[in-house]
């Protein structure tokens, strides 16, 4: 089992980056990871994924263009960068990982087996 640290949270105002960071422990990251978000009232939803060997990338229309999502392997993490933020993207965000994962089933949270326990994101009008 891999046990997931997420971390580089906190308040920006519009407009404004951060970059978030998922690191692995227990056995090697070596497997598709995501990104999902989930704000209050509302279900958990996808944000970008990316391949093993990070490759490929997928992302949420709604953040198409500001985020990309990046994985360091040897250092056993994967980054999240976030540009333009806007107050939606207030949220708890969550890295997650699992293994066999198909392109199709990318944005599917139940594809992920292994999460993190969230970092809070919030953005300032």
């Known amino acids: 089992q891999v046990q997931l640290v997420e971390s580089g949270g906190g308040l920006v105002q519009a407009g404004g980056s951060l970059r978030l960071s998922c690191a692995a422990s227990?056995?090697?990251?070596?497997?598709?990871a995501g990104w999902f978000r989930q704000s209050p009232g509302k279900e958990r939803e996808f944000v970008a994924a990316?391949?093993?060997?990070?490759?490929?990338?997928t992302y949420a229309d709604s953040v198409k263009g500001r985020f990309t999502i990046s994985r360091d392997n040897a250092k056993n993490t994967v980054y999240l960068q976030m540009n333009s933020l806007k107050p939606e993207d207030t949220a708890v965000y969550y890295c997650?990982?699992?293994?066999?994962?198909?392109?199709?089933?990318?944005?599917?949270?139940?594809?992920?087996?292994?999460w993190g326990q969230g970092t809070q994101v919030t953005v300032s009008s």
């Open positions: 997650a990982t699992g293994t066999r994962i198909g392109f199709s089933g990318y944005k599917v949270r139940g594809s992920y087996d292994s």
């Open positions: 227990g056995r090697t990251f070596s497997s598709v």
């Open positions: 990316i391949s093993a060997s990070g490759g490929l990338t």
